[in-house]
């Protein structure tokens, strides 16, 4: 049963993963951003794989989960920019526009530090993804793994990164605002 749902995946997956790509791009206009999204697509067929390869309009299927995941991730933008800012401004009476520099900054360093607390092979991959700009083949190919553990790789690491900066942002932003905290 399952090698059915693996052979599946694959053919649904080669079959697919340029519209899908192609689609998401057209929603967020950022390259990288949208090869995320799409191994998020087909991260989430496979990991309800039991259910959703038995699909009839896998098509249709793909290009809502990709749009679902392609708004999530503008709307989490906006979201996130206007919280930065009105924390900011309500608790400290500053505008983020001004520390942009600063926070990108802050951003760049964070994202660092919690790549290398990843687990070993995750960050190997999320670096030859995302420092080095190989392609999820090129990964596969490289450490001799499949796209999907590729994939499931960077789905990992996103989840670890994200939680890290999300808990280190609030104290980064305390640092900057009293000088002399550290």
Known sequence: MTNHFESRFEEIYNQHLDQVFHYVYSIVHHEPTAEDITADVFFTVWKKRSTLLG?????????????????????????????????????????????????????????????????????????????????????????????????????????????IMNTDEAFFILILIIPGLW
Do not use: W
């Open 55 to 163: 699909y009839e309009n896998i098509p249709g299927l793909l290009f809502k989960i990709s749009r679902d995941l392609s708004f999530n991730y503008l709307k989490s933008l906006s979201k996130n920019a206007k919280k930065k800012n009105e924390f900011l401004h309500h608790y400290f009476g500053i505008d983020a526009g001004g520390d942009e520099y600063l926070f990108r900054e802050y951003q760049l360093t964070t994202l660092e530090r919690a790549i290398d607390r990843l687990p070993e092979k995750c960050r190997e991959v999320v670096k030859m993804k995302f420092l080095l700009g190989q392609s999820l083949k090129e990964i596969s190919s490289e450490l001799q793994i499949s796209v999907n553990t590729v994939q499931n790789h960077l789905a990992r690491g996103k989840s670890i990164i994200k939680e």
